[in-house]
């Protein structure tokens, strides 16, 4: 059973940039999560895909956004970074969300 | 609103030593409770989940928790403390749907030797 899969593991982006951060779910997973990590604090939900939609969003703007393809991976969008982007975005994925998720390590991005 | 509450950011205990990290929460109908452990620089590992039934769960590595209705809270607890439990720790609370998830801020171990 593989786990969750995130690259890259670390990027460096210039305010203004745009990135998109990738996800392979765990093997069997049709539910994914991506989180905001800011250094110091707790993950913050920023949105979730099930089979393919979007079915839950968190207060975050919409310059991130989203996707989920047939095989259950997802990506993650940012437009127009700023500087409070910096952060570990997680992602994690779930048999439709019922016994919990499993995380992946995270994508440290710094936008400077 | 839910919220999540961890009082403590930071704990130093002594290896062998019992360790309790609190957890309050807000959450208005039955709570779905997480305890995640996150080490340097890893994502997050599941310790243990509240849905309902028994109200004091069993996770992995010797964790358990105990959900308190009354005082909304959900307590980790382990008897004897092992070097290797330093960490940071998070508690959650959402709906079924544990995706959507609320965490706390998160409480740091620190286990002497």
């Known amino acids: 059973e593989t786990g969750v899969t995130q690259s890259p593991t670390h990027l460096i982006k210039t305010r203004g940039q745009q990135v998109t951060l990738r996800c392979s779910s765990q093997?069997?997973?049709?539910?994914v999560s991506w989180y905001q990590q800011a250094l110091g604090q707790g993950p913050q939900f920023i949105f979730q895909y099930y089979r393919e939609e979007e079915n839950g969003r968190g207060n975050f703007p919409p310059r991130f956004s989203g996707l989920q393809f047939p095989n259950y991976s997802s990506e993650l969008n940012v437009n127009a970074l700023e500087l409070d982007d910096s952060a570990l975005y997680l992602c994690?994925?779930?048999?439709?969300?019922?016994?919990?998720?499993?995380f992946g390590s995270g994508t440290r991005l710094t936008v400077v | 609103a839910q919220s999540v509450t961890q009082p403590d950011i930071h704990i130093t205990v002594s290896e062998g030593a019992s360790l309790e990290l609190r957890c309050n929460y807000s959450?208005?109908?039955?709570?779905?409770l997480f305890w995640y452990v996150q080490s340097p620089g890893q994502g997050l590992q599941l310790l243990l989940k509240y849905f309902s039934g028994d109200t004091l769960v069993q996770g992995i590595k010797g964790f358990e928790a105990e959900f308190k209705r009354s005082q909304s809270s959900f307590n980790l607890r382990k008897p004897s403390v092992h070097w290797s439990d330093a960490a940071e720790y998070f508690c959650a609370v959402g709906a079924p749907n544990a995706g959507k998830s609320t965490f706390g801020d998160g409480t740091t171990l620190t286990v002497k030797p």
């Open positions: 959450y208005g109908a039955t709570p779905y």
């Open positions: 994690a994925s779930s048999l439709s969300g019922i016994d919990g998720y499993t």
């Open positions: 093997s069997g997973h049709n539910t």
